[in-house]
């Protein structure tokens, strides 16, 4: 069984490239809720929706978030009454706010609700939320602290980052899938896909236990690199590496994850860092990682499956 | 000062018509808040919505309620995944209950978010909800107790009513701006707009206090009735009316209003009834109701307003 840990749309692309070539009972997405907030009443779980419609192949590939074929009147409504309009919600994708929302005020978690709303959207793979329980990341920059979506939607990242914080992390439990997963006999790797070490990986790291737990597995934990030739392929995860003082790099990515990983996938493009990478300790190894087709995801998928695969046939893991 | 009553479509139509005719500040429009419900965690006020679309220019005539040009993509998402959809929320109505709710949740009174949504849909008129607390209507049918939207949107009507409840109003108060007008020495007229005596204008008639208030006001109250030739013109009025042992006619509409009413406006086909109800006390008199066209509003609200001028000038009412 393999888990993969997933943020945003590169977190997502990988995730749906594994989901194609690996069936269902073998593969758990763990998904970032760290992103998660409340917004007009409804509770908004950006990550898990983003993983959700990019594997019903619902996703809006033009904006990079959303549903495809999208419609916007109930913004320009709330346009027309002045209401704050600067997250976006989609008429269709309101539809799943609010049935989510719905069901966790039933009591249901957000384990169950994101079972069930899989299930109607015909994605077969197995997606949990990180935790059941309320993780909220805070952005501290040199304009003050901001709530995630504060930081990420309304200010477009531009506030230049101090710090980053996963409020509460400290008190929410791994979600029971993704705890299983990490203690079964069966777990045969961990893969972090291409998603922002700090704003989407970063949260599930700073649950209780996870890192040790990841640390202390003795089977292939990779990380495929989210930095290119010195960038994120989207969002602003090389601007806040550089912010903090770090290059942007798959050196720097290694170096968040710690002892969490022991392998890596860089892009060709990166292959230099093979070297440096192996002096920490790092099995490493590069292929083509830019996934902008179908055939791209599951070709990166194939290629960290089989890294995964080699790495425990020469027990180097161990 | 004019005080309109008013509920549903009925309603909103002679309340449009009397805003056509009167300055804003002459007029005051109370509406009842007990269809009001919580779903999927939105505050729905249907008669606000349906008297403020109205009075706007914006309300779906085909359908009777909700906005004209709506959208039904967000309830296509809901139906996809499972959630329930006997309630209908387009896509752009959706958007003044995100926003009345994000506003009431933040502490604003209803009043409040109701006056603010008015001011952004461009209704000069003031509207009022008839009280910032929680009335809610239940119908007592012979298959049990329903919530008022359960039985007038889920099951259409259909169950038989033996007794209309409006809970928790001996514990709202009023609305200040409801309260304050018919306090006021300005106030010329209390018209009950054709809505549904039971389900619409009880809920206000139920309020501590109103109707010894308005049975003690030396002003002409009219009620227009909305029965015509013994059926409603929209809406379940007659059929209540029968179920509860009652003739539909303006007869029982004048007997359930009892000494909070003392003229009533009947259309030209009951005209026979006027003798009877001048035997109750209620001064009657006849004019086409049905309101079709823009026009018609007006010249229903015009007769209206003349009834109540020629009774001041009587002191009828004194």
């Known amino acids: 069984m393999i888990v993969a840990l997933a943020g945003g749309v590169g977190g997502a692309?990988?995730?749906?490239?594994?989901?194609?070539?690996?069936?269902?009972?073998?593969?758990?997405?763990?998904?970032?809720t760290g992103d998660d907030f409340e917004h007009f009443g409804l509770h908004i779980s950006p990550d898990l929706d983003t993983v959700m419609y990019t594997l019903a192949g619902r996703a809006n590939s033009e904006l990079g978030w959303g549903l495809a074929g999208e419609t916007w009147h109930c913004m320009e409504a709330l346009e027309q009454v002045g209401a704050e309009t600067w997250f976006r919600l989609g008429d269709r994708d309101l539809g799943t706010h609010l049935a989510r929302t719905h069901r966790l005020r039933r009591g249901e978690s957000l384990s169950a609700v994101t079972s069930a709303l899989c299930r109607s959207y015909g994605v077969a793979a197995r997606i949990a939320p990180m935790s059941d329980g309320d993780v909220r990341t805070f952005v501290h920059t040199r304009e003050g602290e901001l709530a995630f979506q504060d930081y990420f939607v309304r200010r477009r990242c531009e506030p230049q980052v101090t710090a980053i914080e996963y409020r509460d992390a400290e008190r929410a439990a791994p979600a029971g899938a993704f705890a299983r997963a990490l203690d079964s006999a069966d777990?045969?790797?961990?893969?972090?896909?291409?998603?922002?070490?700090?704003?989407?990986?970063?949260?599930?790291?700073?649950?209780?236990?996870?890192?040790?737990?990841?640390?202390?597995?003795?089977?292939?934990?990779?990380?495929?690199?989210?930095?290119?030739?010195?960038?994120?392929?989207?969002?602003?995860?090389?601007?806040?590496?550089?912010?903090?003082?770090?290059?942007?790099?798959?050196?720097?990515?290694?170096?968040?994850?710690?002892?969490?990983?022991?392998?890596?996938?860089?892009?060709?493009?990166?292959?230099?860092?093979?070297?440096?990478?192996?002096?920490?300790?790092?099995?490493?190894?590069?292929?083509?990682?830019?996934?902008?087709?179908?055939?791209?995801?599951?070709?990166?998928?194939?290629?960290?499956?089989?890294?995964?695969?080699?790495?425990?046939?020469?027990?180097?893991?161990?």
């Open 187 to 318: 777990l045969e790797a961990v893969i972090i896909c291409p998603s922002n070490p700090l704003l989407s990986i970063g949260p599930m790291l700073a649950l209780p236990g996870i890192r040790d737990r990841l640390a202390s597995l003795r089977v292939p934990r990779i990380a495929v690199s989210p930095i290119i030739r010195g960038e994120a392929v989207k969002g602003p995860a090389a601007k806040i590496l550089r912010e903090l003082g770090k290059e942007a790099s798959p050196m720097s990515v290694a170096q968040i994850y710690g002892n969490a990983i022991n392998a890596m996938l860089v892009d060709d493009d990166d292959a230099q860092q093979i070297g440096q990478l192996g002096e920490m300790g790092i099995v490493a190894t590069h292929a083509p990682t830019l996934m902008k087709s179908a055939a791209d995801r599951e070709r990166v998928a194939r290629t960290v499956l089989q890294f995964a695969q080699s790495l425990r046939e020469r027990r180097v893991t161990v």
């Open 13 to 32: 692309k990988l995730a749906s490239g594994l989901a194609a070539v690996l069936p269902p009972d073998e593969l758990l997405i763990v998904v970032n």
